[in-house]
């Protein structure tokens, strides 16, 4: 224990505004909704100038082929 916090080990869903543990299937399942629920202009993806290029660019790759959104940016230009 680090800081007073303990480390999850394992994945947590919310369900009527309350955390429970879950599978890593129904977690998963869950994340898989979320992001197709709001794939296009709803979708944005911020990256981090830290990061390698390869990151980033995978970034990028994510967002425009797997989310179809142009709606990314990184802290590169400042």
Same mark, same amino acid.
């Given at each position: 224990? !680090?800081?007073?916090?303990? !480390?999850l080990t394992q994945p947590m869903v919310k369900d009527g505004g ?8 129904? %977690? ?6 979320? +992001?197709e629920a709001h794939r296009g202009t709803a979708f944005g993806l911020?990256?981090? $100038? ?6 980033? +660019?995978?970034?990028?790759? +994510? %967002?425009?082929?797997?989310?179809? $959104?142009?709606?990314?940016? $990184?802290?590169?230009?400042?």
């Amino acid at each position: 224990m !680090r800081n007073g916090y303990k !480390r999850l080990t394992q994945p947590m869903v919310k369900d009527g505004g309350v955390l429970r543990t879950a599978s890593w299937d129904e %977690a998963l399942e869950r994340a898989a909704k979320g +992001f197709e629920a709001h794939r296009g202009t709803a979708f944005g993806l911020f990256s981090c $100038s830290k990061s390698t290029n390869e990151m980033n +660019f995978m970034a990028q790759k +994510f %967002a425009r082929v797997v989310m179809g $959104s142009n709606n990314i940016d $990184s802290c590169n230009r400042t």
